[in-house]
């Protein structure tokens, strides 16, 4: 799957929550823009999950896993609803 593509539930579960924040004024009735800024969002959900993938091979490596960084990134699921936040009390 690519970069723009593994992360898109997740993307559009994160804009959503944005949008319904009412934090931040988001035009997401403009589908042009909407569907730009799930891509960005993909992506840098992607960039995260090779970061994190990296990080851990570099602390398998000696044991030699012998995982690539995309073998690992492949078998991380998209996550298509957000979980719900839990008060710090």
């Not at 319904?20 to 959900?45: F, Q």
């Amino acid at each position: 799957m690519s970069r723009d593509e593994q992360f898109q539930g997740f993307a559009k579960a994160l804009l959503e929550e944005m949008v319904e924040s009412g934090d931040v004024y988001i035009d997401a009735y403009n589908e042009h823009w909407r569907a730009s800024w799930e891509e960005i969002l993909a992506r840098r959900a992607y960039d995260l999950a090779e970061s994190a993938a990296q990080h851990a091979l570099l602390s398998l490596r000696s044991e030699d896993s012998g995982f690539a960084t995309q073998e690992i990134i492949e078998t991380i699921p998209d996550m298509p609803e957000l979980p719900k936040e839990q008060d710090e009390r």
